[in-house]
């Protein structure tokens, strides 16, 4: 029988005296990148996944990774972590069918202790350490917490045949990141209070239907998600000009 999940043997670090963990997911299908696995798609010669993990490895607010990857991803992803020295990984755990689905494989793995957990999309390498700080910071006082930036077009609704049925007031309008935050024990009221939470996309929307208030910190533009190919040279152009400076 295949092994599918791995738990590490590294010490847990105590969330409430040291820091906070991060669920990490990392096991979408990459079905928008023409052929390319955007997990292990080099940038800058090193995987978009390694680099996600760096700056939660170097990130003073972390105390410990719980990654989430396809089944035929789990080893090929503990040799990634110890080649790059991700020491605060502690678990590889086998993504679900949807996105939640995978989320709540990776709260399974928290300490009873955790109050709190950021979770964070593996395809997001830029998001530095004031950013994942402020949303951690966010949680002392509200049960879930995102980072987000203004949007800059304007916003049209549309229906199914493409006609506009209203332009939103741009001045209210956000493009929600990650990481995202969430106190524990509110998340899964949330997830016995909905129920089916496959149909979400992100975790604040199943906070949200259940009633919580949700808080925005500010983001950073530069905090891309990789999702198309076009993505993954934006994000080379990025990183060239952060060499530079």
């Known amino acids: 029988m295949a092994i599918t999940e791995l738990k590490l043997e590294y010490e847990v670090c105590d969330s409430e005296n040291k820091g906070i963990p991060v669920i990490i997911a990392a096991a979408g299908a990459s079905?928008?990148?023409?052929?390319?696995?955007?997990?292990?798609?080099?940038?800058?010669?090193v995987p978009v996944l390694a680099r996600t993990l760096l700056n939660f490895e170097r990130s003073d607010v972390i105390s410990s990774i719980i990654l989430i990857v396809r089944p035929e991803d789990v080893f090929a992803?503990?040799?990634?972590?110890?080649?790059?020295?991700?020491?605060?990984?502690?678990?590889?755990?086998?993504?679900?069918?949807?996105?939640?689905?995978?989320?709540?494989?990776?709260?399974?793995?928290?300490?009873?202790?955790?109050?709190?957990?950021?979770?964070h999309d593996g395809a997001r390498p830029f998001a530095d350490n004031s950013v994942i700080r402020a949303v951690a910071e966010g949680l002392k006082e509200y049960s879930a917490v995102t980072c987000a930036v203004p949007v800059k077009d304007t916003v049209k609704v549309v229906d199914r045949g493409g006609m506009v049925i209203n332009t939103p007031d741009r001045s209210t309008l956000a493009a929600v990141q990650t990481p995202q935050g969430v106190r524990v024990a509110d998340y899964r009221t949330a997830i016995e209070k909905i129920g089916d939470v496959s149909k979400f996309t992100d975790d604040m929307s199943v906070m949200e239907a259940a009633g919580f208030p949700v808080h925005t910190v500010k983001g950073s533009y530069r905090n891309i998600k990789i999702t198309t190919p076009e993505d993954l040279r934006l994000a080379e152009y990025l990183l060239n000009m952060e060499e530079e400076k």
């Open 77 to 119: 992803m503990q040799m990634m972590a110890e080649k790059y020295g991700i020491d605060k990984l502690t678990d590889i755990v086998c993504g679900g069918a949807t996105r939640q689905e995978s989320i709540l494989n990776g709260f399974g793995r928290l300490s009873k202790n955790a109050e709190a957990v950021l979770i």
């Open 31 to 45: 079905s928008r990148m023409e052929g390319i696995n955007k997990q292990t798609a080099l940038l800058g010669g």
